[in-house]
Structure formats: structure tokens, C-alpha cells
């Protein structure tokens, strides 16, 4: 803010300062190092770069954004000729997509801008480019090694594409072209070739260094080190074990190598603690033991029947849904003013909606036969029932004004979750719930500030309460 810089003066000296101390003064980068400082400059000077200016410092050298002339496009085409990059449209418009658009804009197009460069065009063309032989692949490839040019493969894809894909045209691969050049390819590739001997030596270091060594762990933060163990020894436990390091003592997943013992015992003992070994409730809390089960066994109920107890005695037996079952059980949730739209009565009542489907063709049957009628979609309610069929327009609002007088609290929530026939009685009426509590004369949003003033202090009570 402001207040840290109360004059330009203070202003000037913060720049001077960072640009003595090597800061990036870039406005990008001041937003997010100095954005006091950067609002400042802004405010006292009417902009960033006049800032910078009275501070003493070129603005150009600071600036990241490249201001094109006629003049710098031919100046950087000719260095990148002179240094044997690849001017070819495409390899520049992958490179330096700036340069490429700068020279469109001064010129008309690109082959003109480079005609102005003094530089034939058919030569960096790829479309005109003449074919490689071998002998001009090898030479082309000495000739940037004289020069000190990266020669890794990496590099010369965005240098010099045409090269590449010559070589590889010419002698099956990059590699073994840079070796046909008399040049050793170890000398000049970035990424080191992985060896059985190189993945134990990598693994044994990790271990001294005292990094860790789980599965998860090498193949998140050391991908090329999983890889090649698993290239080399099948998996990656047998390449730990391979480099004379206990496995277990450095896995995460233990579990993963218990042996048939050890499964039925774990079993025996959760039986004997008296914990529900329900496949459902297992699953949820020990799910890698239901897989051991499944790996060793075949299946959790030949585990638990092969640890000496009888599957039949620890599963939860399903629900068998009748047509009676399904017609009693919609009228009990009717009854209690349930919300029984399909979404939410498949959640809160499993396998009601499948039985439904099943026994009468469509849920919307299977209310029609329990006696209740299916309205719009949303509610249903059963034909003369005390608690549905008696709402009116009148009811429902005489009965919020007398909840408003009792200091119930109103709000959209609470009538929903413990009012529910009054809810959807009032929204059946007048379309939504708030609408039936304006036209019942009540603000609906002063009464929800209200409440919300009233639970605050019993919030608070409850707090110092405990």
C-alpha cells in the first residue's frame, strides 16, 4: 500500500535498491514480489515505466515484452543463419514464435522477410530443400560438433529438425548417425542408458541416502528408476531384493505379502474380538485384507470359511422385497411425510426403487397401487390422507403465521428437514416455499437474520459450555 512508500523519492530508492541487490523488475514479476511497491510506482508516477525511467534504469532491459522493428527481425534471422539453426517455417514457428510473427507483419510474409535478410530462401525451406546424402548428413554433423554446438538430440530437434530426420532417413537412427560421424554418442546424449548393474547401484544409493524406497515413493518422485527395474527384473520387489535389501523393510503395502497363516489368523482374531466381519463392513475398513483373502482364497467367503467359521453366521442377510413388502413400506414413509421423489428415496431406503421397478414395471405404478397419487414428479401423496390431502392454500398459510407468532424459526431448511408436509404443501401452492412465506406477510429475509441472531448466542453458550 501507499503508506509504505510516502513520496516518488521512497519509491525510487526500493528500485534502485532491488536493482542493485540483481532483482527481476519485470511488472510480472514485481506483482507477485513487490506488489506494494509495484502500486506505488504506479500511483506516484502515473505508470510503471516511468517509474523505472526516474529510477535512473533503462526500462528496455527490464521489460520481458519484445518490441519488433524492421531492423531486429533481419539482425536475429541472420545470427540464427550464421549459427546454423533451422529457419524453415515450421522449425521457427515451433522455436521463436515471435520472431516468425514480427517478420510476417514487417514484410507481408516469411519468404520475403528472409529474401530482406540477405539469405536464400531455398536453402532453409523445407518444402525446396534439396535431398541428404550420407556423405552430407556425416559432414553437417562434424561441422556443428567444430562449432561447440549441443549435439544431443533433444536440442538439435528444435536447432536443426531437418538434420534429425535425415540422419534418421540415412542410417536407421540419430544415434547411430552421430556414431558414423566419428563422434561418441555417450559424449553427447543427455539421458543416460539405464543397465541391470546401473539400477542396483541407483537403489543401494537411495538406501544410503536414506531416501525412501516404497513402491509409491520410487515411482512418483524417481520414474526412470521404477521403469528400468521393471524392465530389467520383471518387477520392481525383485530389483530391491536383487540389490540385497529386505523388501517388507522398506514396502508400505505389508499386507500385500502375508501368507495363508497369517490372512486366517487376522480373521480368527477380528472374530474373537467380536468385530463384524460382514464382507460391507470389512471392505470399508480393511479393504487390502479383502483383497489378500480374494488373492490367496479365490474369494473373502472361502477365507473366512478356511479360518473356521461359518460364512453364514457373519453376512448381512440381503433385503428380499415382496409386493406387499414394497406397497407397506411406501405407505409407512407417506404416512411420516417423507419426501419420496425417486433420487431421494433411493438413497434413503436401499433397494426400494429396483424392487419397485421390478414387481410393478415403474415406481410410479408402485405408488399408484399403494393408493397414493404420483404429482408432478416431486411429492406424492396418498388420496385422502389426513396429513397430505387436507393442505390448502388457506392452511398452509394460516399455519405459518401462527408458527411465526410461536417463534419457530421459518427458515427454508429447518421447515424442509422437520415440517416436511407443510413444505411441500406450501410449494406445491405457490411454486416455492419462500413465496407461501411472503404471502403468509412475513419478510422472509428479516426473519432468517432474526434466527440467525437467535442461534448465535445459544452457539456461543454451547462453546463455553465445553
Known amino acids: 500500500?501507499?503508506?509504505?512508500?510516502?513520496?516518488?523519492?521512497?519509491?525510487?530508492?526500493?528500485?534502485?535498491?532491488?536493482?542493485?541487490?540483481?532483482?527481476?523488475?519485470?511488472?510480472?514479476?514485481?506483482?507477485?514480489?513487490?506488489?506494494?511497491?509495484l502500486s506505488a510506482a504506479k500511483r506516484r508516477f502515473g505508470s510503471y515505466a516511468a517509474a523505472v525511467r526516474?529510477?535512473?534504469?533503462?526500462?528496455?532491459q527490464i521489460c520481458r515484452l519484445q518490441y519488433w522493428t524492421k531492423k531486429r527481425v533481419l539482425a536475429e534471422l541472420r545470427q540464427r543463419h550464421r549459427e546454423g539453426i533451422d529457419l524453415s517455417h515450421v522449425a521457427l514457428g515451433r522455436t521463436d514464435r515471435p520472431l516468425l510473427s514480427a517478420a510476417?507483419?514487417?514484410?507481408?510474409?516469411?519468404?520475403?522477410?528472409?529474401?530482406?535478410?540477405?539469405?536464400?530462401?531455398?536453402?532453409?525451406?523445407?518444402?525446396?530443400?534439396?535431398?541428404?546424402?550420407?556423405?552430407?548428413?556425416?559432414?553437417?554433423?562434424?561441422?556443428?560438433?567444430?562449432?561447440?554446438?549441443?549435439?544431443?538430440?533433444?536440442?538439435?530437434?528444435?536447432?536443426?529438425?531437418?538434420l534429425v530426420h535425415a540422419a534418421r532417413s540415412h542410417f536407421g537412427s540419430y544415434a547411430?548417425?552421430?556414431?558414423?560421424?566419428?563422434?561418441?554418442?555417450?559424449?553427447?546424449r543427455r539421458n543416460k542408458k539405464w543397465t541391470a548393474a546401473r539400477v542396483l547401484r541407483e537403489i543401494r544409493r537411495r538406501q544410503r541416502l536414506g531416501k525412501e524406497l516404497s513402491y509409491r515413493a520410487v515411482q512418483r518422485h524417481c520414474p526412470h528408476l521404477f521403469f528400468a527395474a521393471q524392465h530389467f527384473f520383471g518387477i520392481y520387489r525383485r530389483a530391491v531384493e536383487a540389490a540385497g535389501i529386505d523388501y517388507l523393510s522398506v514396502s508400505r503395502r505389508v499386507l500385500e505379502y502375508w501368507t495363508d497363516e497369517q490372512i486366517l489368523q487376522e480373521l480368527r482374531r477380528m472374530q474373537k474380538d467380536g468385530e463384524d466381519l460382514s464382507m460391507k463392513v470389512v471392505m470399508r475398513h480393511a479393504p487390502k485384507l479383502i483383497a489378500r483373502c480374494r488373492n490367496h482364497f479365490g474369494s473373502y467367503a472361502k477365507a473366512v470359511q478356511a479360518a473356521g467359521i461359518d460364512y453364514a453366521t457373519v453376512r448381512h442377510p440381503q433385503q428380499v422385497?415382496?409386493?406387499?413388502?414394497?406397497?407397506?413400506?411406501?405407505?409407512?414413509?407417506?404416512?411420516?411425510?417423507?419426501?419420496?421423489?425417486?433420487?431421494?428415496?433411493?438413497?434413503r431406503v436401499r433397494g426400494i426403487v429396483p424392487a419397485a421397478n421390478k414387481l410393478f414395471g415403474t415406481y410410479r405404478k408402485a405408488v399408484a397401487a399403494a393408493g397414493l397419487q404420483y404429482r408432478d414428479g416431486r411429492r406424492v401423496s396418498r388420496s385422502g390422507s389426513k396429513k397430505l390431502a387436507h393442505w390448502n392454500e388457506e392452511l398452509v398459510l394460516s399455519t405459518l403465521r401462527e408458527l411465526q407468532e410461536q417463534g419457530e424459526d421459518l427458515r427454508h431448511r429447518t421447515v424442509k428437514d422437520k415440517r416436511q408436509p407443510l413444505f411441500w404443501a406450501a410449494k406445491d401452492f405457490f411454486g416455492s416455499y419462500v413465496n407461501a412465506v411472503r404471502q403468509a406477510g412475513i419478510d422472509y429475509w428479516q426473519m432468517s437474520q432474526e434466527q440467525l441472531r437467535r442461534s448465535r448466542p445459544q452457539a456461543n453458550g454451547e462453546t463455553a459450555g465445553h
Open 1 to 37: 500500500m501507499a503508506e509504505n512508500f510516502p513520496d516518488p523519492e521512497s519509491v525510487v530508492r526500493a528500485l534502485q535498491r532491488l536493482r542493485s541487490e540483481g532483482a527481476d523488475l519485470s511488472s510480472s514479476r514485481l506483482r507477485y514480489s513487490h506488489p506494494t511497491l
Open 54 to 60: 526516474a529510477a535512473g534504469i533503462d526500462y528496455s
Open 104 to 162: 510476417e507483419q514487417y514484410f507481408g510474409n516469411y519468404r520475403s522477410a528472409i529474401r530482406a535478410a540477405g539469405i536464400d530462401y531455398q536453402k532453409v525451406s523445407k518444402r525446396l530443400q534439396r535431398r541428404w546424402t550420407d556423405q552430407q548428413v556425416l559432414d553437417a554433423l562434424r561441422d556443428a560438433r567444430r562449432r561447440g554446438q549441443d549435439l544431443s538430440l533433444r536440442q538439435m530437434r528444435s536447432r536443426n529438425s531437418r
Open 176 to 188: 547411430k548417425a552421430v556414431q558414423a560421424a566419428g563422434i561418441s554418442y555417450l559424449t553427447v
Open 321 to 347: 422385497w415382496t409386493e406387499q413388502k414394497v406397497l407397506q413400506t411406501l405407505r409407512e414413509l407417506d404416512e411420516r411425510g417423507e419426501d419420496m421423489r425417486v433420487s431421494f428415496l433411493a438413497k
